[in-house]
């Protein structure tokens, strides 16, 4: 099994926690950058994550 087959099976079975993280990495960014680079970009970055997250498990 290569990095990357693990890296899938790894991301399949925690799929729920790293989208978690997504999520309180965008609240993070929204209070700290939110006037800055708007809320609505950091919402985008933060579903094009999640989009990527569920790619992966998926395999």
Known sequence: MGLFDKAK???????????????????VADDKLGDKVGSDKIDQAADAAKDAVDKLGDG
């Open 9 to 27: 099976d790894l991301v399949g079975k925690h799929d729920d926690k790293i989208t978690d993280g997504i999520d309180k990495a965008a609240d």
